[in-house]
């Protein structure tokens, strides 16, 4: 069974330029999450979907990342403008309900230059 | 607001010897998570932890819970090289749904 998949792996852009990652969860899994993970700390949450509705987007930094999940499957992450401090790794994970065990895929790595 | 504190931040021991990694977190919780990241890695499930006194063992590593103490131990057993990893301890508040809160990590490192 494939686990969470995102794309890209690595992204390198230049301060105030857009960027989006993408994130396709486990097949069947109706909970989606997005972490922030900064070098030497454990991941924080952006956002959580429950199917297509975002239910929890209280740490999400509203004035310039937005989230999406439509149809209830894929999601992607933007941010615009990215700034430095955006640096980081974004990890998406998937459960199959909530509270239940979430699994992670593999991240973006983020630079911003 | 929940905090979750692992300790040791930093780990090196040798191959053979016995190790506890201790995760305390600050409000009432009934769900613990261990994961395990190699670098540049994601993180691997390794333990799920639902009620108080729960003991759940694989392999070297053994993880437990106690609710009351709100303290999670993660014991390894006879270290191997292959175990060197950073290992997050990640409470689950479930209130309202999901959010699991992330301790800082422990960087294990097995020395042969």
């Known amino acids: 069974e494939a686990g969470v998949v995102q794309s890209p792996r690595y992204k390198i852009i230049e301060k105030k330029q857009p960027v989006a990652f993408w994130c396709n969860p486990i097949s069947g899994h109706n909970t989606l999450y997005w972490y922030l993970q900064n070098l030497g700390q454990g991941p924080e949450l952006l956002i959580r979907y429950e199917n297509e509705e975002a239910v929890d987007d209280s740490q999400l930094p509203k004035d310039r990342f937005s989230a999406e999940r439509l149809k209830g499957v894929d999601s992607t992450l933007k941010i615009q403008p990215a700034e430095l401090g955006d640096s980081a790794v974004y990890l998406c994970?998937?459960?199959?309900?909530?509270?239940?065990?979430?699994?992670f895929g593999q991240g973006t790595r983020l630079t911003v230059v | 607001e929940l905090k979750v504190e692992q300790n040791p931040l930093f780990l090196s021991m040798q191959e053979g010897k016995n190790y506890t990694i201790y995760c305390n977190y600050s409000t009432t919780s009934d769900r613990l998570y261990w994961y395990r990241q190699d670098p540049g890695k994601s993180l691997e499930s390794l333990f799920v932890l639902l009620s108080n006194g729960a003991v759940k063992q694989e392999g070297r590593l053994m993880a437990s819970l106690d609710t009351k103490a709100r303290l999670s131990t993660l014991h390894i057993t006879a270290a191997v090289h292959d175990l060197s990893a950073t290992y997050f301890c990640a409470v689950d508040m479930g209130v309202s749904g999901s959010r699991l809160t992330f301790g800082e990590g422990t960087q294990l490192t097995v020395n042969p």
């Open positions: 994970a998937s459960s199959l309900y909530m509270n239940t065990e979430a699994f």
